[in-house]
């Protein structure tokens, strides 16, 4: 059965269907019977199973078209949830299973409570899902077929974080919010993808490119590298390139000011929009993080427009056959825009695909 994506922050996708391995793995984790070791260990298995590992493929047709070699696509469509999202509701989810808490709290837009829902539900916790009220994802029947809570509240996405994090403390559940206290554990989780591409390509490539909201995806592969070179594995780090919708993100704007934080946009002046949702923000949590990497390897920021986003998607789908969710070109997009303004010598480029269409 198909989700209908006709609304924001959507990704349209099978119904998650768990494997017979998983089922049994999940009985144990939510068996109070058992030892925390035991049932924590199920759960990485569980992690091991379903998260991380997605592809990375060689775009020959962009190559083809654009006249640049060697470009990969890191596809985080192959997540459960479609989305690169469930690599950091897993680790928070085992890390509450571990510290004992039996319920979690989140805002979301759509994507992100589809995943926490989703690892909640393997791991037995109770799941609050805070959403705006102005918003209507496609992706709400299954953040409450996994049992969720979802909870409306006025105000913007910003705002929302906020009250649940308040809600968090207030009645002691495990807060799973970016920005917080978490937000360590989220850049490690992200770290990941890194490792993933070493794995693959035996080296860190000459760009990385990224869609950026929050900023925590670009931080955490920025770290993921960082350690790799430290540790004598990669001959370099790569130069980082970010993307989002135009004039409506923090770190590309602040970026291009040289700045050296992240300054937040007038709320007033962001639009929203089907495309452009799940990029835009007026304040970045994890913005300092993610300019600093863009900072560190002398990296490039770039404004890309609804349209550019619709027809790359489009390109992506007829070309290489993949069905990308328009605002995960992003980053795609602001890696061809420099390699337009400065003709990149061939050498290995990969650019991170964040969410399925």
């Known amino acids: ?143 409450e077929s996994f049992g969720a809570e979802l909870i409306r509240v006025k105000g913007s996405y910003e705002e929302v974080v906020v009250f649940s994090s308040e809600m968090a403390k207030e009645y002691e559940w495990y807060d799973a919010n970016p920005g917080g206290a978490n937000t360590p554990m989220q850049i490690s989780a992200y770290a990941e993808i890194a490792r993933e591409i070493y794995d693959q390509l035996r080296d860190a490539p000459k760009f990385l490119a990224c869609p950026v909201s929050n900023g925590t995806v670009l931080a955490g592969i920025y770290r993921g590298f960082a350690s790799l070179y430290k540790r004598g594995k990669t001959s370099r780090i790569p130069i980082f390139v970010a993307g989002s919708s135009a004039n409506k993100n923090p770190i590309i704007s602040s970026h291009l000011k040289g700045l050296e934080f992240c300054q937040d946009i007038d709320p007033k002046k962001i639009k929203e929009t089907v495309i452009n949702e799940a990029l835009i923000n007026w304040h970045s949590f994890d913005g300092d993080e993610a300019l600093h990497a863009l900072r560190e390897t002398k990296g490039f920021a770039s404004h890309v427009t609804d349209k550019q986003l619709r027809e790359m998607s489009t390109y992506l789908y007829k070309k290489e056959g993949m069905r990308i969710l328009p605002s995960s070109c992003a980053g795609l997009i602001a890696l061809l825009n420099v390699h337009e303004q400065q003709r990149l010598i061939n050498d290995r480029f990969v650019a991170v695909i964040t969410a399925k269409y």
């Open 1 to 143: 059965m198909k989700s209908k994506n006709n609304l924001l922050d959507g990704v349209t996708s099978p119904v998650i269907k768990n494997t017979t391995e998983v089922k049994n793995l999940s009985a144990i984790v939510k068996d109070q019977t058992l030892g925390i070791l035991e049932r924590t260990e199920a759960y990485e298995d569980i992690i091991d199973l379903e998260v991380g590992d997605t592809n990375l493929t060689r775009a020959r047709a962009l190559e083809r078209d654009y006249d640049l070699r060697q470009l990969f696509i890191k596809y985080e469509g192959n997540n459960p949830s479609g989305t690169q999202k469930d690599r950091i509701a897993f680790a928070q989810m085992l890390d509450a299973l571990r510290r004992g808490f039996d319920t979690v709290a989140l805002a979301t837009c759509g994507n992100y409570g589809v995943a926490c829902a989703y690892a909640a539900h393997l791991a037995g916790i109770n799941c609050k899902v805070f959403m705006p009220e102005s918003y209507h994802s496609v992706r709400t029947a299954e953040i």
